[in-house]
């Protein structure tokens, strides 16, 4: 006898079958896997107790927040080689991410030298300079740490060729970063005949870079871990800035350094805004600042967005050097699809 399955059932076993066969087909897709061309980097790393896992990790959160291709990295031949797999062959990419690895991401907030107000740290400096002592930190003759080199951001002049530096370099205790003398810039231009930029002084003079003497304050802790926000915004002119938002112990450092130098009469202290050893920016402190503040200069889009990178990822366990040691293609594979689409 023939046996008839109702319509109702026909239907419900079709629908299960199409079901699991596009269950399947998915299943198939995203498993597929597809090669794409690449990069290869490798660094030379210091042998270190930092686990291999901890330095993955870090490059891995340094990269997330500048790189959106595929990616493998890992540490070996027993710790000393960090292996890099980038889903990119653009070299100006590749060079940004250079200099994003070799960035320490090391942020300070510390207030420049003045004349007359900081005479103890300046007389510090200076009997360092003359003991030869090129150092970036500056001691007293307790051995207590005062005061803190910094190198003053600069582009080149496309047109002259001199150097430029970012911020305006006269009223601040400077010091030549190849030599280390000292540096009376008012009363070097002033002694110049006619008109000279500060720019064509470094020119003229062989001053490759020039360095700002920082104030360390032993009460104000204030750096990078104060931070609980950073993006990309602009300035009142259009400009890139980078905007940050400090924690609860970061706004109470920042209240209290910036209440401490507030204005007093003619004089006003510039608060030094510097990433890995380089015062990228040194606004004039005007009153007391304390959740938020924006850091405005002469940046770049990719300048910008290194920062920004640098600063939500953290700090390196490591210190990797400025270039990989080796540079070459490679193919990598990679999901044809990712979830969620």
């Known amino acids: 006898m023939n046996q008839h399955h109702p319509p109702s059932r026909c239907k419900t076993i079709l629908a299960v079958a199409v079901t699991v066969w596009v269950a399947i087909a998915v299943g198939l897709v995203f498993f597929a896997k597809t090669s794409v061309k690449g990069t290869r980097i490798e660094y030379q790393i210091e042998s270190s107790d930092v686990r291999a896992d901890q330095i993955v990790s870090a490059v891995e ?10 990616k493998e990295i890992r540490v070996i031949e027993d710790g000393r080689k960090l292996q890099i797999d980038l889903e990119t062959t ?20 510390l207030a420049l030298a003045q004349p007359g107000r900081h005479d ?12 030869g002592d090129r150092s970036l930190e500056v001691r007293d003759a307790s051995d207590a740490l005062v005061g803190r080199w910094a190198l003053i951001d600069q582009s080149i002049d496309p047109m002259t060729g001199w150097p430029k530096p970012k911020i305006e370099p006269q009223g601040l205790i400077l010091r030549d970063f190849k030599t ?7 009363s070097t231009l002033e002694a110049s005949e006619g008109q000279v930029d500060v720019g064509q002084w470094m020119f003229d003079n062989n001053v490759t870079g020039l360095e700002a003497l920082a104030i360390v304050e032993p009460d104000v802790q204030l ?51 510097i990433f890995d050893d380089v015062l990228i920016t040194a606004p004039k402190i005007l009153q007391p600042i304390r959740k938020q503040a924006v850091i405005t200069g002469d940046f770049g889009k990719a300048e910008v967005q290194t920062i920004i990178a640098v600063l939500k990822a953290g700090r390196l366990p490591i210190e990797l050097p400025e270039q990989p040691v080796r540079r070459e293609p490679v193919t990598l594979t990679k999901p044809l699809l990712q979830w969620p689409l």
């Open 61 to 70: 959160r340094r990269l997330n927040g500048f790189f959106n291709g595929a």
């Open 90 to 109: 653009d070299s100006a990419q590749l060079d940004a991410i250079a200099t994003l690895l070799h960035h320490e991401g090391h942020l300070r907030f």
């Open 120 to 131: 103890a740290v300046i007389d510090a400096a200076r009997d360092q300079i003359d003991s």
């Open 180 to 186: 280390g003398a000292l540096v009376d810039l008012a």
């Open 223 to 273: 750096d990078g871990d104060s931070l609980s926000f950073a993006a990309i915004t602009e300035d009142a002119n259009g400009q890139l800035a980078v905007s940050l938002e400090f924690t609860t112990q970061g706004s109470t450092a920042l209240e209290t350094l910036t209440k401490r130098y507030v204005p007093v009469g003619q004089r006003q202290t510039r608060l030094g805004i």
